[in-house]
């Protein structure tokens, strides 16, 4: 339910079944994959632009403010404020958000959440040594290892979904990396897309 | 657990059918008393439990019904001779409720009679009970991160209450923390008490003034104050103060629609709200032509008699229905475009403009509305007509009497005094009163926050909680908004993911 992220095969990522293969690594095995009761009376909310972005500032160490621009200039969260869920009852008399989201919601959620990725992706690689999300494959310029990946894969799902990652979700964002090998930039393209993959999850969007 | 009156109350409810059927024996009163039959029948019914069910139940548009409405008016008094006149019409009623009951109207597979008891439409197929309740869980021992859907689950709280009153999510590290702590869920409440005194929650364009949007209906190429528009006509900042100053802290949320003071506003790390009492003179001297607020004192009523409600909703017209309309539907949850709250009250509408509003297809819901306006036709709105007229959004005794020559010679014969919930009012002082002291009042407000952080509007499993929520919050909570607060977010529906 919440805790499984949708994975978008337009990405290129992998789909793999639970398994409970611990990946071991310096903070210990991960959780076991498990499947999860379904709510019996589920109630779910989007966070709309302000939570959002709220969240990915906190969870990327980004200044909101520099979290995403359309071209450059215009906060993209004021852009997209009506179709990710704000108000505007000033000047355009949208008192309420939308009832329903529209056509062009994941658009700018895509957006978004590549821009803020992207963000802490360049800033970990042009200082490695202050690296706050990617350091262990900010100083690669090739694939990163397994292990590498694995270690930021975990980090990535602590800092935007404040859990653990279980084996099969650090599975999947390290898998994926292999299919990057012709890129120019592999290991800071993984790790934007790595990032990408969790900040748009209906468990980091919806709550 | 009320003062003045509630309708819900049978006592209440007789006085309202007395007065509807006082005179008049128009087929359009009858069918408004309805409502108030079909409450005095089901009192236990979720459609009656602090509200009336709206016309819609029986019928589309009046006098055309629906599925349901056909099945009663078959069993409705067999073999007497139609039209029905109002007291035969509400003694028949019951007796053809009840024999209707075990029917499906429209088919959705639940009787017509579990629909009036679950406060859904017999009349609609799309609207029937639902399932509601915990369904058998599959309890989940295993040591996991995944949220236990069997019961209240302390992390899904903290992480719902972060987001919805301090606008973020907790960290893993405060997720643990929360976790270590020897009272979880005394620790959650500790967090919405911080939360609820952050920007996010109470600062200007935070959650509880967007709460206020729709109530008050801004519109910025006509505001004057600070950043004024294009035409400035009055500013809505002070309705957004005061709004927000009564759902915080221990206010008495009834405040919104009784206060005769306003409110500053001091944005900063921590927005602050400061009441101020001042004359028209005074406030002039103080803010300005831009900012001043011109009822007198003693005539304020809240919400209702601000420079910015009177203005943008009363404007030029003598007999102000859209005013009243949106007080009604902004603060009891009663729409009378979509009729609800139709409680008509007998020899009205009187029609003293002249619009028409007397023809039976009007008086359906002319007769409530107009009545409830009355009480607002002393108010300036923007000044105009023949002679000008006194200050803009004032208080003036005399307005109507520039009406006659513009709309109609008997315009100036509409009384001050009015009627609200089925009670006789002598001024607006006097209807804000019933309307802040109502079921509804508490309910609406109620209904605002269970609709904002919960989601949706209350389900079937869910009513028996709500309405012990706005019970509540007018009992024991004394109308503080936050006390109920703390009561909503221990809710199943709040609690359990």
Redesign the interface.
């Known amino acids: 339910m919440?805790?499984k992220h949708h994975i978008e095969s337009s990405l290129r990522f992998c789909v793999l079944a639970l398994l409970a293969a611990a990946c071991g690594g310096d903070d210990g095995a991960p959780?076991?994959s498990?499947e999860?009761?379904?709510?019996?009376?589920?109630?779910?909310?989007l966070?709309g632009p302000?939570?959002l972005a709220?969240?990915l500032a906190?969870a990327l160490a980004i200044p909101r403010q520099e979290l995403c621009r359309e071209l450059g200039q215009a906060d993209c969260f004021e852009t997209h404020d009506i179709v990710l869920g704000g108000?505007d009852?000033?000047?355009l008399?949208i008192?309420?958000p939308l009832p329903e989201a529209p056509v062009t919601a994941p658009m700018a959620v895509d957006r978004i959440a590549l821009s803020a990725c992207g963000e802490r992706a360049a800033r970990d690689f042009a200082a490695p040594g202050d690296a706050v999300v990617f350091a262990e494959v900010a100083g690669a310029g090739a694939l990163p290892s397994t292990r590498a990946r694995a270690a930021v894969a975990r980090r990535l799902y602590?800092?935007l979904l404040?859990?653990?990652a279980d084996a099969a979700e650090i599975d999947a964002l390290v898998a994926f990396g292999d299919q990057l090998t012709d890129h120019a930039e592999p290991a800071r393209q993984w790790a934007q897309l790595a990032c990408y993959a969790v900040a748009t999850t209906t468990e980091n969007l919806f709550? | 657990m009320k003062s003045s009156l509630p309708l819900a109350t049978p006592a209440a409810r007789a006085m309202a059918t007395a007065l509807v059927l006082a005179a008049s024996a128009t087929t359009a009163h009858a069918m408004a008393v309805a409502p108030t039959v079909v409450c005095d029948t089901y009192p236990d019914a979720d459609t009656c439990r602090g509200t009336q069910p709206a016309c819609t139940l029986c019928h589309t548009a009046p006098p055309v019904r629906n599925d349901f409405g056909l099945q009663v008016e078959a069993a409705l008094a067999p073999g007497m001779p139609r039209p029905l006149d109002i007291d035969a019409f509400a003694a028949a009623l019951p007796a053809a409720l009840m024999a209707v009951e075990a029917l499906d109207a429209d088919g959705d597979g639940t009787a017509n009679f579990d629909e009036l008891q679950a406060g859904t439409l017999p009349g609609d197929a799309a609207s029937k009970p639902g399932e509601g309740g915990l369904a058998v869980c599959e309890a989940n021992t295993a040591r996991t991160w995944a949220y236990n859907v069997c019961d209240r689950d302390a992390v899904y709280t903290y992480r719902k209450v972060m987001l919805d009153f301090c606008g973020r999510s907790p960290t893993l590290s405060e997720i643990e923390g929360l976790s270590a702590s020897a009272d979880a869920w005394r620790a959650i409440h500790d967090t919405l008490d911080l939360c609820l005194g952050g920007n996010f929650w109470r600062g200007r364009d935070g959650v509880l003034w967007n709460l206020a949007n729709r109530k008050i209906r801004p519109s910025a190429a006509i505001k004057s104050g600070e950043d004024p528009g294009s035409i400035p006509l009055a500013d809505y900042d002070d309705d957004y103060n005061l709004f927000v100053y009564n759902q915080i802290d221990d206010h008495d949320a009834r405040e919104l629609l009784t206060a005769q003071y306003f409110v500053a506003r001091d944005d900063g790390d921590f927005t602050t709200y400061t009441p101020f009492t001042r004359t028209p003179a005074e406030d002039l001297a103080e803010r300005g032509i831009g900012g001043v607020q011109i009822v007198d004192i003693e005539r304020r009523a809240g919400m209702l008699t601000t420079r910015w409600f009177l203005m943008s909703n009363t404007m030029f017209t003598p007999i102000p229905r859209t005013t009243a309309a949106q007080a009604y539907r902004s603060y009891l949850g009663l729409d009378i475009a979509r009729m609800e709250g139709l409680m008509p009250v007998a020899n009205e509408p009187v029609d003293y403009d002249a619009k028409s509003v007397d023809q039976p297809a009007c008086a359906v819901c002319h007769a409530t509305l107009d009545p409830l306006t009355y009480p607002f036709t002393r108010y300036e709105g923007i000044t105009g007509g023949a002679g000008g007229g006194g200050l803009p959004a004032s208080y003036n005794a005399d307005r109507l009497d520039r009406f006659g020559a513009t709309d109609a010679p008997t315009t100036p014969d509409a009384p001050e005094a009015g009627v609200i919930l089925g009670q006789p009012v002598a001024d607006l002082l006097a209807w804000a009163q019933v309307a802040a002291n109502s079921n509804e009042f508490a309910r609406t407000t109620a209904l605002d926050y269970w609709q904002l952080l919960v989601g949706e509007p209350p389900r079937q499993a869910d009513r028996d909680t709500f309405d012990g929520l706005w019970q509540a919050f007018a009992g024991e909570h004394g109308y503080s908004v936050e006390r109920m607060l703390h009561d909503l977010i221990d809710t199943e529906a709040y609690s359990v993911p």
């Open positions: 919440f805790r959780p076991a498990t999860q009761p379904a709510s019996a009376a589920a109630r779910v909310k966070k302000q939570r709220n969240d906190q108000v009852p000033y000047r008399r008192d309420e602590e800092r404040a859990r653990p709550y």
